[in-house]
């Protein structure tokens, strides 16, 4: 997934930032369609599929997750 088009889908949704002409319906859809695709690391596909999206925005955004232990080592 293009990281450039799923912020735009997200500022969408979470801050009703304007995004070329998509609405909130179709970018909520898309957001959906990607949940259930495997081209997303792990943490990003959890957010995605809970529906946690002011998260994911968040970690697109600082490079970070929200404090979730992906069980991963340093």
């Given amino acids: ?7 735009l889908l997200l500022l969408r949704v979470v801050r ?4 070329e002409g998509i609405t909130v319906l179709e970018a909520l859809r898309e ?6 695709s495997s081209g997303l690391e792990g943490q990003m ?6 529906r946690s999206y002011e998260k994911a925005l968040i970690q ?3 490079g970070h997750s929200c404090g979730h232990h992906t069980g991963e080592a340093n």
Avoid: F, I, V, W
């Avoid at 009703?16 to 995004?19: I, M, P, R, T, V």
């Fill in 16 to 19: 009703n930032e304007d995004a």
């Fill in 1 to 7: 997934m293009d990281e450039k088009r799923l912020k």
């Fill in 60 to 62: 697109l955004e600082t």
């Fill in 31 to 36: 957001l959906d369609g990607l949940s259930n």
């Fill in 45 to 50: 596909q959890h957010y995605l599929s809970k």
